[in-house]
């Protein structure tokens, strides 16, 4: 069986120029059409691939894969059966759809039944999600927020540099992209000398962020340690983890995050499997202090991964706000996991860990408005003349990630929402 992930190979399905959907990605995604119900799908280039239609059509009859896995509303099912079967699937279709199968290529009747253009189709939520939990890993924006509010020469807190700090967010308000977002309202002190008010947030922000995906359940009591924690993590995508900072600034205290938060996260509709990404390892940061031995590691558990964020107005106009990387992580996905699990805490499929913030070393690669407008001290012009401190009504926020070597692009495809007015 060809194995996806081979550089060498291509597709006969097309492909366009920097795509993040090669023949080597195979992510996987739900989604519907107007006489189609919510089923599984993965895609290359533009053509989304009807995995219940091929599951149906006998092509996968072979792999000791449960079919009716294919016609979920979520991935979940599949994610549960483990990493064998998941990734024999890929491989099997990365073998249908190589340049020299002729297999489905000659059949005009199947590919009738097993294509949809992206187009045409409704991307939905691919993860049933049982729980979240938000990190704030970035050793930069943690430094920068610090620098904001707390005393600039101790910006980083004590706890900080000693294990990955995270809070347990709210599942059901993450929506897929492309879906819009009502401006939140809450109660926010803009005075320090004056009562709290209640009102929509003058403060709307984004935060750029990636997202995995546990696809492994552990027993409660149990930990996951930084060598076994790859095993857990069936896939990454981007998030926009929204943010209302009045609201957030005016509550942290004592307990942290709360309504500035849970009223929305936007995630990208595909799960790009972390074996896609293997090409695109690098190694983590040096981390002193020296980490306890239960979250110390070894190989390349960081991931040179690109990412930008656009934001689009009403009427057009688009600007990049930031160019960043998921490789300025200071805590890493495996340290994430082994923190998160060290205390007993259950992992079940299906549930979401998101990386925090994610900024860089310069005001270019800063992942959110906080940071890039320095507290609305520095407004960015757009292109249109008008000017940005946090995110208006009407606007769009794009994000897009990609890595590439050996001239394989693998990418993620769009996150992004739209701000509607507060209802």
Known sequence: MLKANNPQLSSWINVPKDSDFPIQNIPFGIFKTSNKSPRMATIIGDTVI??????EMGYFNDLDLIKSVFSQKYINEFMALGKPKTLALRDRIAELFASDNTLIRDDENAKGKIFQHVSNVDLLLPVQIGDYTDF?????????????????ANA????????????????????????????????????????????????????????????KSSALGSSVSTEAAEDYIFGLALFNDWSA????????????????????????????????LEMLRVPGPVQDPKVLPYLEYSGKNSFDINLDVNIRTEKGAEKNVCHS?????????????????????????????????????????????????????????????S?????????????????????????FGNCEGKVLPTL
Request: aromatic share 10%; hydrophobic share 35%.
């Open 387 to 411: 000017e940005r401190k946090f995110i208006n009504d009407g606007d769009t926020v794009v994000m897009r990630g990609w890595g590439e070597r050996n001239g394989v692009r693998i990418g």
């Open 325 to 385: 990387n998921f490789k300025y992580m200071y805590w890493t996905m495996v340290q994430q996991l082994a923190h998160h699990t060290v205390n007993g805490c259950n992992l079940r499929v299906g549930d979401l860990c998101a990386s925090g913030t994610i900024s860089g070393p310069t005001p270019d690669s800063y992942g959110s408005m906080l940071e890039i407008s320095w507290k609305g001290t520095k407004p960015v012009a757009m292109p249109d003349g």
């Open 136 to 152: 704030y890993s970035s050793r930069e924006h943690a430094t920068n927020v610090g620098m904001m509010f707390r005393d600039p």
């Open 245 to 276: 900072r009045d609201i957030q600034s005016w509550e942290y205290v004592p307990l942290g995050p709360f309504l500035g938060k849970n009223f929305g996260s936007t995630l990208s509709p595909w799960i790009v499997t972390l074996e896609a």
């Open 50 to 55: 009807d995995l219940q239609a091929m599951a």
């Open 156 to 215: 980083l807190l004590p706890n900080w540099l000693h294990l990955p700090v995270g809070y347990h967010g709210r599942a059901s308000s993450i929506v897929v992209s492309g879906t819009s977002l009502h401006r939140p309202k809450g109660q926010i002190r803009p005075n320090q000398e004056e009562p709290p008010l209640f009102s929509p947030t003058r403060q709307l922000d984004f935060e750029l962020e990636v997202a995995f995906v546990v696809g």
